[in-house]
């Protein structure tokens, strides 16, 4: 059977010199650089950049990471672009706040916003026949995907797969979680069909620092010191699941992964380089708030919806009436009332998009009082 390579390596901190040695080496695992880009290729770069947030806060692919893969894919003769479409926030913003400017001043890399959406169609199996993807991605010779290991409220986490779903461009992107619905699994086929359409031929996650509890992009920063690398991003997140000790069967991308008959959710199916898992394990990784948005019986879910899902809750001190939240809600049930945030919950499909984007980390999801009472929490 074809087992997919991962390679991993400790990776203590973002010093240049040391990150691109252990980055060399790291690639070296797979083939090196040379494997994945051919010269004179185009090669389309793309990190996480959620939001208007600086490199320690975690939220985005550390800018030393990204400006060491630029110069790897340089030396290997590539053309690089690097390139995100953020739901929200001015763009410019953005790629100063995260260090992007920079890594393109020193590099010679283009730096650019995602922006031209066109058609594209799914392999056979998909969740959705057609998508709606970046141009620009679709038109590179090669796409290097580098992820930043993240928890994540609806997906429980965001790594290399997940990545993928900034290639749909923009304000579309709530769009797209609308179309998807309110159910976990069918957001998880979504993303897998973007992930495969786009079909990055590497994906490096960033693990040198991580974030825990409130992903994706409030939660706090957690050191792991560890790098992953893989052609495959499905069989690199499963590794990372197994690092951060959380639970592979509650991660709503490998049961779907895995219902359609793609190979590398199981560890078994994966040959890992560099270092042996037991050796890795993280202790005490914080998972996201609330990963229990629908929950129970359908009887349940139809009569008590609220009462049993994990909704958006506001905390209102936090707030700055950014209107953010309100201006990403594909469903239009956020609005401002009395200077406060109000949400009208009946529509709302539960997408924690606006988790996403708040900027001050006032949104988290809250447990249904009859799921809690269920749960024996209160
Ligand atoms: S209120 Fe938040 S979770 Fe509900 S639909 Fe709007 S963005 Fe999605
Ligand atoms: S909850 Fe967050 S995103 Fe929404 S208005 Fe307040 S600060 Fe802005």
């Avoid at 990150?19 to 083939?31: F, I, S, V």
């Avoid at 479409?85 to 920079?102: A, L, N, R, V």
């Avoid at 893989?230 to 069967?249: E, H, P």
């Amino acid at each position: 059977m074809h087992k997919s390579v991962v390679s991993i390596l400790k990776c203590e901190s973002y010093d240049p010199a040391g990150l691109a040695a252990r980055l060399e080496k790291l690639l070296d695992q797979l083939g090196g650089m040379s494997a994945f880009v051919k010269p004179g290729e185009r090669v389309l770069i793309k990190p996480n950049l959620l939001k208007a947030a600086s490199p320690e806060r975690a939220v985005t692919t550390h800018p030393a990471l990204v400006e060491a893969v630029v110069r790897e894919v340089q030396k290997a003769g590539g053309v690089v672009t690097i390139g995100d479409s953020p739901g929200i926030g001015k763009i410019q913003k953005i790629f100063d706040e995260t260090g992007m400017t920079g890594v393109a001043e020193r590099t010679g890399a283009r730096l650019i916003e995602l922006k031209e959406s066109v058609e594209a169609k799914t392999a056979d199996g998909s969740t959705f026949q057609t998508l709606e993807l970046s141009k620009e991605v679709l038109d590179a010779d090669k796409v290097i995907n580098l992820p930043k290991v993240k928890t994540h409220a609806q997906m429980y986490v965001t790594l290399g797969v997940k990545n993928c779903f900034g290639c749909v461009v923009g304000k579309r992107k709530p769009q797209w979680h609308f179309k998807a619905g309110v159910k976990r699994e069918y957001f998880a086929g979504l993303i897998l069909d973007i992930y495969r359409t786009i079909n990055p031929v590497l994906t490096i996650a960033d693990g040198i620092t991580a974030m825990e509890g409130n992903g994706p992009g409030s939660g706090k920063p957690r050191d792991l010191g560890l790098l992953f690398a893989s052609a495959d991003a499905l069989a690199m997140d499963r590794v990372i699941v197994d690092v951060l000790g959380l639970k592979a069967l509650e991660v709503p991308l490998f049961s779907v992964a895995k219902a359609r008959g793609i190979t590398g959710t199981e560890l078994s199916e994966l040959e890992l380089r560099g270092a042996e898992l037991a050796e890795l394990k993280v202790q005490g990784f914080e998972p996201a708030k609330t990963i229990d948005m629908m929950f129970g019986p359908p009887f349940m879910r139809r009569y008590f919806k609220n009462a049993v899902t994990a909704k958006p809750d506001v905390d209102h001190d936090r707030c700055t009436l950014c209107n953010d939240c309100v201006n990403v809600c594909p469903t239009d049930v956020m609005s401002v009332k009395d200077k406060k945030i109000d949400i009208y919950y009946r529509d709302c499909i539960h997408c924690f998009c606006c988790q996403e984007v708040c900027p001050e980390g006032a949104i988290t999801p809250k447990q249904g009082w009859l799921l809690k009472l269920l749960e024996g929490r209160s």
